[in-house]
């Protein structure tokens, strides 16, 4: 999948937002789950244990928090592709190469047995010309 064979995951992020199609979901808060992977290079992390050297998943965290909660999308996969988006122009490029952001939606309404409603992407950073 990716250059970097390091990750850096960031599962289980839990917020309550208006996301969906239906106009009662755009009004009553429903929960969202986000996991982010990070494909990333991790060894100047690992060799110097400086935070300057990888990425902050406190940050991390803050910006996949203000778009969940911010305006709303009628899709998950429009929200999991903004936030991919976001994290890919907020992390460094030569340490960040790809990221998959997984969203799910676990009380959807929906009629039915089902543990949760999930989209998957995954972005990589476009290939430097200069380089």
Same mark, same amino acid.
């Given at each position: $999948?990716?250059?970097?064979? &390091?990750? #850096?995951?960031?599962?289980? $992020?839990?917020?309550?937002?208006?996301?969906?199609?239906?106009?009662?979901?755009?009004?009553t808060?429903?929960?969202? *789950?986000?996991? #982010?992977?990070?494909? @990333?290079?991790?060894?100047?992390?690992?060799?110097?244990? &400086?935070?300057?050297?990888?990425?902050?998943?406190?940050?991390?965290? &803050?910006?996949?928090?203000?778009?969940?909660?911010?305006?709303?999308? &009628?899709?998950?996969? @429009?929200?999991a592709?903004?936030?991919?988006? !976001?994290?890919?122009?907020?992390?460094?490029?030569?340490?960040?190469? !790809?990221?998959?952001?997984?969203?799910?939606?676990?009380?959807?309404? $929906?009629?039915?047995?089902?543990?949760t409603? *999930?989209?998957?992407?995954?972005?990589?950073?476009?290939?430097?010309?200069?380089?």
């Amino acid at each position: $999948m990716s250059g970097f064979p &390091d990750r #850096l995951s960031l599962t289980g $992020m839990r917020f309550e937002a208006r996301h969906g199609v239906l106009p009662q979901e755009k009004v009553t808060p429903q929960r969202f *789950e986000v996991d #982010l992977v990070l494909h @990333a290079d991790l060894e100047p992390a690992a060799r110097t244990d &400086d935070l300057e050297t990888t990425v902050d998943y406190t940050a991390l965290f &803050d910006l996949v928090e203000a778009i969940v909660t911010g305006p709303s999308f &009628d899709l998950i996969e @429009a929200l999991a592709g903004a936030i991919a988006r !976001a994290v890919l122009v907020a992390t460094e490029p030569k340490l960040v190469e !790809a990221v998959e952001v997984r969203v799910r939606k676990p009380d959807a309404p $929906m009629d039915g047995g089902f543990d949760t409603v *999930e989209a998957a992407v995954t972005r990589r950073r476009p290939a430097d010309p200069r380089s």
